[in-house]
């Protein structure tokens, strides 16, 4: 189970457009024909309707496959493009996630010592963010567990509380083979079971937990599998 | 400056495709043809070429104005389309994010308050994340603050360091003309004139950004706008 492999560079562009169903449909083929593969595209913020003006649509879009130049050239051509500016792609920005999920005392602490960490790594050219949130019961414990396999650039998992199971150990395995580390609090539950590394003390597990994604670290995940502290 | 209104409702799906750059403008013609607004898309996975088959990737797309099964049947009958299965939009399982940016020590602190107050909203049915990145530097923060307008979701931001100033203020009024308010901590530098709140304990700092975007919650930042606490 790799950790995911690192990807090729893309450009960022925050778009205003007309908000129309088929104005999305018009800057991909547009992209397309000019040989670049949307990555990304987030609706960041909706703009009313004005002054006879339709409403309009913040997007913020990453790009692969086709420099700054041609793509902005290729987006205001368009009739539905109202304004085009370079952005910088968010993982250049934010770079790659630890996610914590599980009960506020324990999130909290194992963000102490992820974000701790994260600095140390960070002062020296990595780009690392802690994510974190509390949640309380197996189905909203469950469901988010599932969606990490959703959040672009997660690239581990941290469960901190003091029992789980049931569905959310299905959904640590599913996770898994998608290929996001988990590692667990040591707690009561059937979880402890399913996860690539135990650790009881919080701090540390936030702390190993960045290790395990840092290139600047010697951490090494797979020889790290199945054991506890 | 108003907070960012809630917006409708989006089906989510995740869609495992030939990758290729025509691909993402069939999925969008289609969504159109439909009625539907691809909202968000992010590749989560790429899927290297195997046994002769193409290269593929898996997306998360969000869209609006079309239901869930209608959208499966439309993407479906796409021959770029290997399979599909619907998941939950990330507003309904991360929901609202509050975003800490600064120095290690304080970010810390300020997640450990942050943390523990949406722990206690989220236990009424609010959904909140906390989400941070320890960063050093004028223009790495800068390049942050400014991100953070592109940031799915993201609702206020919380500047947590000693001494920002110089292009770190350009950028935090910036942001706050994109509407999303910021609360410093007191701090060296002229950053503490451009936010809305400034707070010198890092705790109540984290307690307080949550506090403000709550819906479970009475804190008004309008009403506390140009105070330091």
Redesign the interface.
């Known amino acids: 189970m790799p950790l ?2 690192s ?1 090729p560079p893309t450009v ?1 562009v ?1 778009v205003v457009v007309d ?7 018009a ?3 547009r ?2 024909e000019h ?12 703009l009313p309707s004005d002054d006879g003006a339709p409403a309009g649509a913040e997007l ?1 879009i990453e790009v692969e ?1 086709i420099d700054e130049a041609a793509l902005i050239a290729a987006l205001e051509a368009l009739p539905s493009v109202r304004s085009t500016r370079l ?2 792609a ?1 993982d250049r ?3 790659k996630r630890v996610i914590v999920v599980g ?3 324990q ?2 602490q194992v ?2 010592g992820a ?2 960490e ?3 790594h ?2 020296r050219g990595e ?10 019961g197996e189905d909203a414990i469950a ?2 567990v ?2 990490v ?4 650039r997660a690239r581990l998992l941290v469960l901190a509380g003091s029992i789980m199971g049931g569905d959310i150990t299905r959904a640590a395995r599913e996770l898994r083979e ?2 996001i580390p988990i590692i667990a609090l040591n707690m009561a539950g059937s979880i402890t079971s399913e996860v690539d590394l135990v650790v009881s003390d919080p701090v540390q597990a936030g702390t190993m937990a960045v290790m395990a994604i840092a290139d600047t670290a010697t951490f090494d995940l797979e020889r790290q599998r199945g054991r506890r502290y």
């Open positions: 995911r492999p990807v960022a925050r908000d129309s169903p088929e104005t999305a449909a800057l991909t083929a992209i397309a040989g670049g593969s949307l990555r990304t595209l987030s609706t960041v913020r909706r913020e496959g952005t910088r968010l920005v934010f770079g009960g506020g005392a999130v909290a963000a102490l974000v701790s994260a600095d140390r960070n002062l780009k690392i963010s802690v994510d974190t949130i509390p949640l309380v469901a988010a599932r969606a396999a959703d959040l672009p998608h290929g």
